[in-house]
Each structure stands twice: as C-alpha cells, then as structure tokens.
C-alpha cells in the first residue's frame, strides 16, 4: 500500500507539472509570444541557428 501511495504521488507530480507547462505555453500563445515560419525548410534554418548560437555559448561557458 505505501509503495502505491509513493507511486501515485509521483505520478500526481508529474501530472502537475505538465499541466504547469502548458499553462505557459497558453500564456506565451495568448501574449503573442510564439514565431510563424512560412515553411519547414524556415523552421528548420532557425532551429539550427538557435542551436548553433546555444552550443557557442555553452562551449564558451566551459572555458573560463
């Protein structure tokens, strides 16, 4: 019995903080805040800008 009331708990966390994160996402939606691209090769180019940027920084974060 304890071992499923551990279970459910954990569960439950989870279940709250989905539901957190989408609360989020509908907040940035309903603020605007999101981007539109016209095609997926535009999607595509911004992911790999976003994640080249993001690795330089992370690189140079580890050498100091």
């Given amino acids: ?12 966390a989870k279940v ?5 994160a989408i609360q989020v996402g509908i907040n ?13 090769e535009e999607l595509r180019r911004y992911l790999v800008r976003r994640t080249n940027q993001t690795l330089r920084r992370w690189k140079s974060s580890r050498e100091k």
């Fill in 16 to 20: 709250e903080a989905l539901r957190a």
């Fill in 1 to 12: 019995m304890a071992g499923e009331q551990h279970i459910d708990a954990a569960h439950q």
């Fill in 28 to 40: 940035d939606m309903e603020a605007g805040r999101y981007k539109e691209f016209e095609s997926f």
